[in-house]
């Protein structure tokens, strides 16, 4: 088997478990009434990025799980031996505590008095949480729009690039901790910058990667002012905290280095930087803590200080549990950290391929990825990277041009009567044109769809206006199925899909979403472009809903 996009290996991982198939893989197999024959495949993972090639590589011939259940263990414990008074503190009633997570907030200027306060003080409340987007000034009353606001800056000398820098001025607001396993919270106090000023005097460890961010399509002049540098994602505590635990891998043998190091990954750029955040949910007396926004560098004005030793300490359980499901195997899954538009395979030597290409400029991967690669040391060259960047000057049609080279070498490689999966999701018509497109002139011609029904929308389908819940699915060929040369009617075709949907048992297939990923299936199976983005095809099926309701009325 082949993946030519391979991300974090998860072909290679279907490909392992194929082998020791779980009782719920079996159930659905049998549930779907399908004629498997389980037995491992072999399988060759090709990933253009550092940091996905190391996580497959890991994952796919993870190390025996009670050696690094032991090792992670000892790690932790000899780190925390040093520098767990970073995160020490006193509780409300004055006892030594420690903290969860400490939440900090951007200073503003109020508009009328010129006085600074808080975002916290002027938009946060507690009992029921809410976050206003109106800032009242605690100091004057004044009510104004937050984005209408300037933020406070200072000048901070910065040791490691032993200069001073501009940046926004933040200040702890609230800190959540545990005394003898009872959790507490309480507005930051005097004890906390106590700790602080110690913790700007502490020395870090030599192996801070000194980097400058290579921004790109997600750079934001606002809530990226004065990130020039990978420790610029960081308070001076966590980066201690990191590097204190990254330094510490360098005990372990190299098998045992790449599982911790993984693990410590896994939590870094998600929780021990400042792109972590709080959000006010409905219903909740307290704001809820959450991870960054994944597939972009988002610092909101609440940014939150995780305690990165409680934190991971929770996922050793969780890689432990990862790695049992695949540990022993003989080594079947070889990860090669190479683009897949030069696969370094022999003509004809593949039996499948499985694999999701980026879906135009749903996530620009080395970008986003660069926190994590920078402690590996090695970031990715995205010269190849087949995404739609402004930044990297990559259109709609250089994507394609990218996609069809990859195609073309996927049709090389591939057995003569073998078939292709394509999973893929776009809520615009012009990248799934651009795929289309690739596909055909690589040789390779769509024979069914159909859709992934994936327990859990990405992140991006939940978030993303017009986007598409549930993978379409491709069946690629070598062979052209015979083009019957009829127009397709886009509403003609909704309603017998909507028909469709009232007799299916799945009540997802009724949904906007769905319609668009079958629409989608129908046009790319009968060799169509396809003709609407998803945005208007949902308004479109809106305006007929409300006028087929009025008719009825
Ligand atoms: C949608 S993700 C794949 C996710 C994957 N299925 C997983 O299990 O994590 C697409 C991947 O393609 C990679 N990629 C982009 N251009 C590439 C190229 N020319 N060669 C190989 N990989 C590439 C990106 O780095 C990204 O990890």
Redesign the pocket.
């Known amino acids: 088997m082949l993946?030519?996009?391979?991300?974090?290996?998860?072909?290679g991982?279907a490909a392992i478990l194929c082998g020791r198939p779980t009782d719920q893989m079996r159930k659905d197999a049998k549930r779907l009434n399908l004629d498997v024959r389980w037995g491992a495949r072999k399988s060759v993972l090709?990933?253009?990025?550092v940091l996905?090639s190391f996580?497959?590589e890991v994952l796919c011939n993870p190390p025996d799980p009670a050696e690094f259940r032991q090792a992670a263990e000892q790690l932790l414990a000899d780190v925390r031996r040093q520098w767990s008074w970073l995160y020490g503190t006193r509780d409300p009633d004055g006892n030594n505590g420690e903290i969860r997570y400490v939440v900090w907030s951007d200073l503003m200027r109020c508009p009328k008095c010129n006085k600074h306060a808080s975002l916290w003080d002027a938009c946060v409340s507690r009992q029921p949480a809410s976050i206003s987007s109106t800032f009242t000034c605690p100091h004057c009353g004044n009510c104004a729009a937050v984005e209408s606001l300037s933020r406070v800056r200072e000048n901070v000398t910065d040791d490691i690039l032993v200069r001073s820098r501009l940046t926004r001025r933040r200040v702890q607001a609230w800190v959540y901790g545990e005394t003898n396993g009872k959790t507490w919270s309480r507005p930051a106090q005097a004890c906390d910058k106590k700790i602080f000023q110690a913790i700007e005097h502490a020395e870090l460890p030599g192996n801070v990667p000194l980097l400058q961010v290579q921004w790109g399509d997600l750079y934001r002049s606002g809530y990226h002012e004065g990130i020039t540098h990978l420790h610029h994602f960081y308070t001076r505590r966590n980066l201690l905290a990191f590097s204190a635990l990254w330094e510490a891998t360098t005990c372990f043998s190299k098998r045992l280095q790449s599982s911790l190091r993984f693990w410590l990954l896994s939590y870094n750029s998600a929780h021990s930087t400042l792109m972590t955040r709080v959000v006010a949910k409905k219903g909740q007396n307290d704001l809820v803590v959450t991870s960054a926004q994944p597939g972009v560098l988002y610092i909101s004005g609440l940014p939150v200080e995780k305690n990165i030793f409680a934190g991971v300490r929770r996922k050793i359980e969780t890689m432990q549990r990862a790695f049992t499901m695949v540990h022993g195997h003989e080594n079947l899954v070889e990860v090669r950290n190479?683009?897949?538009?030069d696969l370094d395979l022999p003509d004809e030597s593949i039996d499948y391929v499985f694999?999701?290409?980026?879906?135009g400029n749903?996530?620009p991967?080395?970008e986003v990825?660069f926190i994590n690669e920078a402690w590996l040391g090695r970031l990715?060259d995205a010269t190849?990277?087949?995404?739609v960047s402004p930044h990297q000057h990559k259109s709609v049609d250089d994507y394609k041009e990218?996609l069809e080279?990859?195609f073309k070498e996927i049709n090389r490689v591939l057995r003569p009567d073998s078939c292709a999966t394509v999973?893929f999701h776009s809520a615009s018509a012009g990248v799934w044109n651009a795929l289309r497109t690739a596909c055909e002139n690589a040789g390779l011609h769509v024979a069914r769809t159909s859709v992934l029904n994936k327990t859990q929308a990405s992140f991006k389908q939940v978030r993303t206006n017009g986007a598409v819940k549930g993978d379409p699915l491709i069946l690629l060929s070598k062979t052209r199925a015979p083009f019957n040369g009829l127009e397709l009617d886009v509403w003609a075709v909704t309603k017998e899909l909507v028909k469709q949907a009232a007799n299916s048992d799945d009540p997802a297939e009724a949904t906007p979403q769905r319609l668009y990923s079958r629409l989608v299936g129908r046009y790319m199976s009968s060799g169509h472009s396809i003709p609407i983005d998803a945005g208007a095809f949902y308004r479109g099926l809106q305006e007929r809903h409300n006028r087929y309701a009025e008719q009825t009325v």
Do not use: K, M, Q
Not at 46 to 49: A, D, I, N
Not at 384 to 387: H, R
């Open positions: 993946d030519g996009f391979a991300g974090s290996g998860s072909t991982l090709y990933e253009l990025g996905g996580v497959a190479s683009s897949s538009l694999t999701d290409p980026p879906f749903n996530i991967y080395a990825n990715t190849e990277e087949a995404i990218l080279r990859a999973a």
